[in-house]
């Protein structure tokens, strides 16, 4: 069965440092795959897409890479900050248009 | 532009119940899916509809339905209630099943 794991569920790292969150699937044959990043109480936001053909996204202090040779997607934030602790979430969209997500990543910067 | 509203926010029901859950996209957006979001099983995929059809659907049971209306206004109606329904259900809409979708508040839905 198609399958999504987002493998911390919880990362705690201190602030300035990179924040790494994996995201790997398996059955599954995404045409992109998203990341999401959501607030307690409130829902998701859209951060970045990416294709399947394509290999690294960037956008401000975010970096996404997609390998669908691995099945693996890294979400990376540079130079964190507290107001980056959130749980982050990677979704998965086939051609087919269904959509899939991860069970999240709750992230938090220590000052 | 007004974001993604949700009616209500919170919502108490006892079992065998059923509720009915509001969504106003975002103007011009006529893709509206629905997901139940729950500490067990993550984020979900209920159903989505375009232009008034419903375009695809996750595994839920048949008690969980939906419509649209022609302002691309979606509505969700949960039937006979279990507790296991306990749930914030979310919606979002994008353009036309663009890849961008923008999600709502929520509607907590707590069922005694």
């Known amino acids: 069965s198609q399958k999504i794991e987002q493998n911390s569920e919880a990362l705690n790292i201190q602030e300035g440092k990179t924040a790494t969150l994996t995201c790997n699937y398996t059955?599954?044959?995404?045409?992109?795959l998203q990341w999401y990043r959501q607030d307690p109480g409130r829902g998701p936001v859209f951060l970045l897409l990416?294709?399947?053909?394509?290999k690294e996204k960037r956008k401000e202090r975010l970096k996404v890479t997609f390998d669908t040779t691995l099945k693996q997607s890294l979400f990376h934030i540079t130079a964190s900050q507290p107001a980056d602790s959130a749980t982050y979430l990677c979704a998965l969209r086939s051609s087919a248009s269904k959509i899939i997500f991860g069970s999240g990543t709750r992230l938090s910067i220590r000052p | 532009k007004a974001g993604v509203t949700q009616t209500p926010r919170y919502l108490i029901k006892t079992r065998g119940q059923q509720v009915t859950l509001s969504c106003s996209p975002i103007?011009?957006?006529?893709?509206v899916s629905w997901y139940q979001q729950t500490p067990g099983q993550g984020l979900q995929f209920l159903f989505e509809?375009?232009?008034?059809?419903?375009?695809n659907k996750g595994n839920f049971p048949g008690r969980f339905s939906g419509r649209q209306f022609s302002n691309s206004r979606s509505e969700m109606n949960v039937s006979t209630l279990e507790l296991g329904d306990s749930a914030l259900y979310l919606c979002a809409s994008s353009l036309g099943g663009a890849e961008t979708q923008y999600f709502g508040p929520g509607t907590r839905l707590l069922v005694l």
């Open positions: 103007s011009g957006h006529r893709s």
């Open positions: 509809y375009f232009s008034e059809t419903q375009r």
């Open positions: 059955n599954y044959s995404p045409a992109y």
């Open positions: 990416i294709r399947e053909n394509e």
